[in-house]
């Protein structure tokens, strides 16, 4: 199988629990629209672009989180997204502000659903350079 990831290396759910994807449904299956992360009980974080047209799914109740899993195709829960809130200075076109926030009905609380840890405020940022 070819992957898409560049540089990129499987890994488990267990050493990731925050890592979460976005999915659609509709009547030809599922619909894998991008990755996120668990950010809240409720909540999680992704780009915009992933969730700036699936608006209508949202809608119908089509539109989920999923997370619990190292696999998008199987073993993951589901999570009804019921608001998106895509940055107001979101720009399709040269992607600045690519970020969104997306609030789920039932919490993320599984055994690998676990939010992100936040850096401490006096973490500093390590540039490497190439």
Same mark, same amino acid.
């Given at each position: 199988?070819?992957? =898409?990831?560049?540089?990129?290396?499987? &890994?488990?759910?267990? @050493?990731?629990?925050? &890592? #979460?994807?976005?999915? %659609?449904?509709?009547?030809?299956?599922?619909?894998? =629209?991008? !990755?996120?992360?668990?950010?809240?009980?409720?909540?999680?974080?992704?780009?915009?672009?992933?969730?700036? *047209?699936?608006?209508?799914?949202?809608?119908?109740?089509? #539109?989920? &989180?999923?997370? +619990? %899993?190292?696999?998008?195709?199987? !073993?993951? +829960?589901? *999570?009804?997204?019921? =608001?998106?809130? &895509?940055?107001?200075?979101? +720009?399709?076109?040269?992607?600045?502000?690519?970020?969104?926030?997306?609030?789920?009905?039932?919490?993320? %609380?599984?055994?690998?659903?676990?939010?992100?840890?936040? #850096? +401490?405020?006096?973490?500093?940022? @390590?540039?490497?350079?190439?």
């Amino acid at each position: 199988m070819k992957s =898409r990831i560049i540089g990129g290396y499987p &890994v488990d759910v267990k @050493q990731f629990p925050f &890592v #979460a994807f976005l999915l %659609t449904t509709d009547a030809y299956g599922w619909n894998f =629209r991008g !990755g996120a992360d668990i950010v809240g009980k409720y909540w999680a974080i992704t780009a915009a672009h992933c969730i700036k *047209h699936i608006p209508a799914q949202i809608k119908k109740g089509d #539109a989920f &989180v999923c997370g +619990n %899993t190292s696999h998008w195709k199987k !073993g993951f +829960n589901r *999570h009804l997204i019921v =608001r998106a809130y &895509v940055h107001e200075k979101y +720009n399709e076109d040269n992607t600045d502000y690519d970020i969104a926030l997306v609030r789920v009905k039932d919490p993320l %609380t599984a055994k690998f659903e676990k939010p992100i840890k936040w #850096a +401490n405020s006096n973490y500093e940022v @390590q540039i490497q350079e190439f």
